[in-house]
């Protein structure tokens, strides 16, 4: 194959937990999308086919036309699962509890955690590529290169590329991939060295993962759960916290006397002695103070004091606002898709540096998924029993509604690559008004009572609400990380704000004109431009993704107005939230 006939495009898949695909060419992150957004079902596992498709179609490309095709992960775990996809699927299905426990499902827990440990070898290659390209195949792909990009490679590539530092450290910390847990690596001039890989046996992720099964909530999907229930422990002082003997940070690694499954079974008898709060409270504790130890570490032996940041543990934002705050540190960068999610991006971005030389990224926002015409609303609007109109000004209309107390559905452009809503496919409200946050948790959204919502906010105004001293917000724009409301405002952002006095802000500027108008009409009215923003689905689904999904969930949450392009919908069947 002569790839010089061929335009630089790399494409780049993720086919595990929260499976997708992009598209690069040159300096530019194309198009992205999650296939859980295209299945409909919530952090998907099955290989992309339809995210694949999606890329294609948006760049009008044929199969033909990618010379290079990027993949993350080849140990023997994944390629047993690339083998026998109903491994996966089964692990799934009992992971979101669509599918009961059974008798084996102790050997089961142990033999995963043992044999996903193991790191990649010739076979566990040889095996993947064949597999990868038998479903390859099945779209059509005939004439390509494919390229195996090691799990925390893929991480620290797209948070160092696309974090606008010069130079950085970077760490990556997550479940285990390839038979790491994480990694620490070097930025400076364009190129990444590691300088220390933290092996599988021993992870911070795993860690965080048992406490939230002990907790019979899901994981890889609620950590955030027990991040938030934390709150609401009375504090712990560490002299009295057990899960602190469990694992520990050692230099740039960690340490600990148990392997993962003694690890479970340790922190389950400490579980069954302590309320749920008091336990959450104990291993966030836990995780925040190895990982900032870890991050001081790493700070002191490489000499930088801006970090780069990727990897599920990073979805925690209250351990990201205080990297942010040791002293050790200037400034940081979480890449926003932070979690496995993300690795297509992360592999189309390695290999790119790798047959390009393509060293660095701009993010001005996330909007990288598809979009839709009015041909194709109409087409949607024609199925449902609605009342529509169009608006020359939807922005104010939508503006007029929230101030009067509605919730409304908020339906624009591209959507968002990753697992926070930005205002293309929203939920809004007023943000000054805890009812209305405990209306959307428990009647709309359907989340359990002490889940906080996130603001959008004028990035103008940030400075004002929130403390940001010595930071520069503009590393941390799209819901990555925490900041502490000021006093005087936590009335006025009552509705989303933690019970901590804290907040998880998207900071909006000029890369969203509609939304930066409906947020420039409510700073006319309230005096600051904020609203409450959460994504847009109910609890357990993806976020909407089509015009047909956003009309399915009008219905199926009762609102009353959605706001879907330049229509702007009414449902007949509204319910008063």
Partial sequence: MDNNLKENYVLGIWDGHDAGSALIKDDKIIFAVNEERLTRRKLEVGFPHLSILSCLKYANLSTNDIPIIAVSTSDPAKTLTRIVPNLKEEYYLIRRRKKGPKKADSFKKWFKYRFTELKPNYISKFLSKIHLKKQLKLIGFKNYNIHLVDHHTGHAQAASR??????????????????????????????????????????????????????????????????????????????????????????????????????????????????????????????????LCLVKNAAKTTGLKNIALAGGVFSNIKLNMKIGELPEIDNYYVFPHMGDGGLAIGSAIDINYKEFGIGRYKLPDLYLGPNFNDNQIYESLKNYPVIYNKSVDSSKKAAELILSGEIILWFHGKSEIGPRALGNRSILAKPNDARIKDKLNLALKKRVWYQPFCPSILIEDASELLYTENLDINYNRFMTAGFKVKEKHLKSLEGVTNI??????????????????????????????????????????????????????????????????????????????
């Fill in 162 to 291: 696309c974090s606008g530092f010069d130079r950085c450290f970077v760490l990556t910390l997550d479940g285990l991939g390839d038979g790491l847990s994480g990694s620490i690596s070097v930025f400076k001039n364009e190129q990444l060295s590691f300088i220390n890989k933290i092996p599988s046996k021993i992870s911070m992720g795993i860690f965080f993962e048992h406490v939230t099964n002990l907790m019979n909530m899901r994981e890889l999907e609620d950590e955030g759960k027990v991040m938030a229930l934390a709150n609401y422990a009375y504090p712990v002082d560490d002299s009295q916290n057990p899960l602190l003997d469990i694992i520990k940070c050692v230099g740039l690694d960690f340490v600990s006397s148990y392997n993962s499954t003694q690890m479970f079974n340790e922190m389950k008898k400490i579980f069954w002695r302590n309320p749920s709060e008091q336990f959450a409270y104990m291993a966030q504790r836990t995780l925040e103070k190895n990982v």
């Fill in 500 to 577: 901590d006095g804290t907040c998880r802000p998207q900071f909006v500027g000029n890369e969203n004109k509609r939304y930066r108008d409906l947020l420039c009409h409510i700073k006319s009215a309230l005096g600051f431009g904020v609203l409450l923003n959460t994504s847009f689905n109910v609890h357990g689904e993806p976020m909407v993704l089509s015009p047909d999904d956003a009309l399915k969930t009008l219905f199926k949450t009762g609102v009353r107005y959605l706001f879907l392009e330049d229509f702007i919908v009414e449902n007949p069947d509204a319910k008063n939230l």
